[in-house]
T-cell receptor
Framework: GIQVEQSPPDLILQEGANSTLRCNFS?????LQWFHQNPWGQLINLFY???GTKQNGRLSATTVATERYSLLYISSSQTTDSGVYFC?????????????FGKGTKLSVKP | DSGVTQTPKHLITATGQRVTLRCSPR?????VYWYQQSLDQGLQFLIQ???????AKGNILERFSAQQFPDLHSELNLSSLELGDSALYFC????????????FGNGTRLTVT
């Protein structure tokens, strides 16, 4: 099955800083999804991004499917951005709906 | 609020027991997924149902079983529980059988003592 790797594993930022999280995947995919797990454990879907770039407020994501990676940009970080960010890709080229998750990037934003 | 409802939020039980976790998908979603999140294994896919039929199977133990009912809600049954089954169990739903965004419920935290 597909392998999903995320970097860095941990990230500490001062409030207001920008950051880039990376996700590499081992096989061709027809979609890539980013999730945020907040400190209360809730998993929120941030982006469904098969290719190209999408923006949602201070967050944006870019997937370069041909090179098998995706990036999540966080600008002007806030303490509420803290938590774990996961990327996830479908197994078996997307023939199945289930997603394989990376191990996540744990982000801590300090005031 | 994702629209996916999971009950109960917390469950504490003893080894050897059986529990049932319940999930109601978002309105209009036909697929339901179950995931297990533990500290050492991360987020692991267990099983997917689409419109009542099993669609995909992941790392689900034989002691675990699931089903999706005609009203599209799903139940995950965990039996002969072991200490290692303690984890956060998530349900997610999506519109299609593949290639559509997943939306997660708030999870059920299971503690086996």
């Amino acid at each position: 099955g597909i392998q999903v790797e995320q970097s860095p594993p941990d990230l500490i930022l001062q409030e207001g800083a920008n950051s880039t999280l990376r996700c590499n995947f081992s096989d061709s995919v027809n979609n890539l999804q980013w999730f945020h797990q907040n400190p209360w454990g809730q998993l929120i879907n941030l982006f469904y991004i098969p290719s190209g770039t999408k923006q949602n407020g201070r967050l944006s994501a870019t997937t370069v499917a041909t090179e098998r990676y995706s990036l999540l940009y966080i600008s002007s970080s806030q303490t509420t951005d803290s938590g774990v960010y996961f990327c996830a890709a479908p197994n078996y080229g997307g023939s199945q709906g289930n997603l394989i998750f990376g191990k996540g990037t744990k982000l801590s934003v300090k005031p | 609020d994702s629209g996916v409802t999971q009950t109960p939020k917390h469950l504490i039980t003893a080894t050897g027991q059986r529990v049932t976790l319940r999930c109601s998908p978002r309105s209009g979603d036909l697929s339901v997924y179950w995931y297990q999140q533990s500290l050492d294994q991360g987020l692991q896919f267990l099983i997917q149902y689409y419109n009542g039929e099993e669609r995909a199977k992941g790392n689900i133990l034989e002691r675990f079983s699931a089903q999706q009912f005609p009203d599209l809600h799903s139940e995950l049954n965990l039996s002969s529980l072991e200490l290692g089954d303690s984890a956060l169990y998530f349900c997610a739903s999506s519109v299609g059988s593949s290639g559509t965004p997943l939306h997660f419920g708030n999870g059920t935290r299971l503690t086996v003592t």
